[in-house]
Every structure is written in C-alpha cells, then in structure tokens.
C-alpha cells in the first residue's frame, strides 16, 4: 500500500514537470532591456511588449507583434516608445540577421505608431489601412509608405499573413492580422486580456464592438493564439470575453 502511494506521488510529480516543461515551452521571456521585452510564442511568432507614458503621466505596458521566416519579418506595431523600437529594430537586424519588409499598424492610436519615425529613418515602409492613414493625418503624423482599402495580404516565402478591417470597436479603422500557419491573430486594443475593463473608450463604437469581434470568431474558428494591445496573450477565450464586455444589452 505504501509502495503504492508513493508510485503514485511519483507519477504526480512528474506529471506536474511535464506540464511545467509544456508551459514554459509554448512561452519564453526574452529580456532585451528595461524598455523592451519579447515573449517567443513558437520559432517564428514574437510578441513584443513595451511602455508608453500617457498625458497624465501613467506608465502602460503595451503589445505588438513580431512575424519571422526565411531572414524576413514584419512587425505589426512599433514599441510604444523610440528607445525600444530602436532596440528591437537592433534585435532584429543585428541579433536574427533578418530583413524587416514592414511595420503594419493596427490603428491610429500613439501606442501602435509612437516609433514610426524610427523606422521610416532605418527605410523600414510604413503600412496602414486607408483609414488609419486619414486619422493620422489628422493627428499631424507622419504618413505611411503604403496605404491599402479593407485588405491586404502580406507573405514572408509562402506564409500568408492576412490584414483585415472586420468593423469598428476600439476605434473606427481597427484591423486584425491572422497567421493562418500560426493560427495566431494579432487583435491589438479591440481585443480585451482577460478580466480586463473597457479601457479608452474616446474613439471607440461601444455598439458595434461586439458584433465586430463576432465577425472575427466566425473568420476564423480554428485560431489558437489571441493577443490583444495590452496584458497577457491566451486563445478564443479572449475573444469571448471581449464579447461579452461589450455585449449591448436591450
């Protein structure tokens, strides 16, 4: 009987490693400095995590994305500040000795383009939809390189990557991008981490984000990864919960 049990705490124990082993494994930090942190999902998917200083002097950590293949990427945001888009700009050329064809922007908020500047100085094209372009515009920023309407598809050798304007929510020019061979999509701030408020709402169509973020769920049933504009990374669970936040109750 005792031999029994402790077989048993044995198998328990190991389970727990293995376990442990799998998690660290879908998910490792890379620290580059105390300004930017990449969190590795697989060989080709990064997702790169910075802080933006807001009017009123808060500090708010903020995600973006980072997709490999073949010596190329692209980024879909910049750091949300020109010290960790300069660092990962390094990273990238220097440390994974690959080209970078592009930075996609989500939408025309400052955490998603604080470091276009940095790019457009290393000749990296700036690419946004037609309308993130107009709101930009109207914030005096610097205009993309590369404007498309409601898609466009991007490749890195045969990876498809699919930028898709599904509707307002978070703002009016919000897109996705999917990585159909990642099962990843990058939501940017129309995505919600979990157990997460509503956050700025100042641009945002209360009414239609849910119904938007339905559109996206339907698009794509066997995505795997979420990431949202800001907090931890998870699966269709954060589309969920973005739904429900944001359900219109009659």
């Known amino acids: 009987m005792i031999k029994t049990s402790i077989k048993l705490f044995l198998v328990f124990i190991l389970c ?3 376990a442990s082993c799998n998690k660290n494994k879908s998910s490792e930090t890379i620290y580059i400095s105390e300004d930017l942190q990449l969190t590795k999902i697989n060989d080709h998917s990064y997702i790169h995590v910075s802080s933006i200083t807001l009017e009123s002097g808060s500090i708010y950590p903020c995600n973006g994305f980072i997709y490999l293949h073949n010596n190329e990427a692209y980024v879909f945001d910049t750091p949300a500040n020109d010290l960790a888009t300069a660092e990962l700009i390094d990273w990238l050329q220097n440390d994974q000795k690959v ?5 996609v922007f989500n939408h025309f908020h400052r955490d998603c383009n604080e470091g276009m500047d940095v790019f457009k100085n290393n000749n990296i094209p700036c690419i946004a939809s037609k309308k993130t372009a107009t709101y930009m515009h109207m914030q005096k920023y610097d205009a993309p390189d590369r404007v498309f309407e409601n898609d466009l598809e991007l490749t890195l050798g045969k990876k498809s990557i699919m930028n898709t304007f599904f509707g307002e929510a978070h703002t009016s020019d919000n897109i996705i991008s999917y990585f159909p061979d990642e099962k990843i999509i990058f939501g940017g701030c129309m995505i919600k981490s979990l157990d997460a408020k509503k956050g ?6 209360i009414n239609e984000w849910s119904n938007t973020i339905s559109k996206i769920k339907k698009a794509y049933p066997e995505v795997k990864v979420v990431i949202p504009g800001h907090g931890k990374h998870g699966d269709q669970s954060l589309l969920d919960y973005t739904i429900s936040l944001f359900k219109v109750k009659h």
Do not use: H, R, Y
């Not at 080209?99 to 930075?103: D, E, P, R």
């Not at 700025?200 to 169509?205: K, P, Q, R, S, T």
């Open 16 to 18: 727990l490693s293995f």
């Open 99 to 103: 080209t970078i064809k592009g930075v």
């Open 200 to 205: 700025n709402l100042a641009d945002a169509n």
